[in-house]
């Protein structure tokens, strides 16, 4: 009664594992940036803010585009 997962679900659970992991990285990185910008020409958080948004809507946008392609392959 032992089912092995078929090498094709678990290369699928792989890349739904490694998402978060580029979300995080997206977001921080957009945000260290901002920070950065904010430091060196503003006295405000103008950039943080708004990178830290773009930052959320590329990454969600990358998480649709995943899950689109890995459902294609089905």
Excluded at 8 to 27: D, H, R, Y
Excluded at 46 to 64: A, K, R
């Amino acid at each position: 009664m032992d089912k092995k997962p078929s090498k094709n679900q678990t290369s699928k659970w792989l890349a739904m594992m490694n998402i978060p992991f580029q979300m995080g990285v997206i977001i921080f990185c957009f945000t260290y940036l901002g920070i950065w910008l904010d430091e060196k020409y503003t006295g405000t958080s103008i950039f943080t803010i708004i990178l830290s948004l773009v930052s959320v809507f590329v990454s969600l946008y990358n998480v649709i585009r995943q899950v689109k392609n890995l459902n294609k392959e089905d």
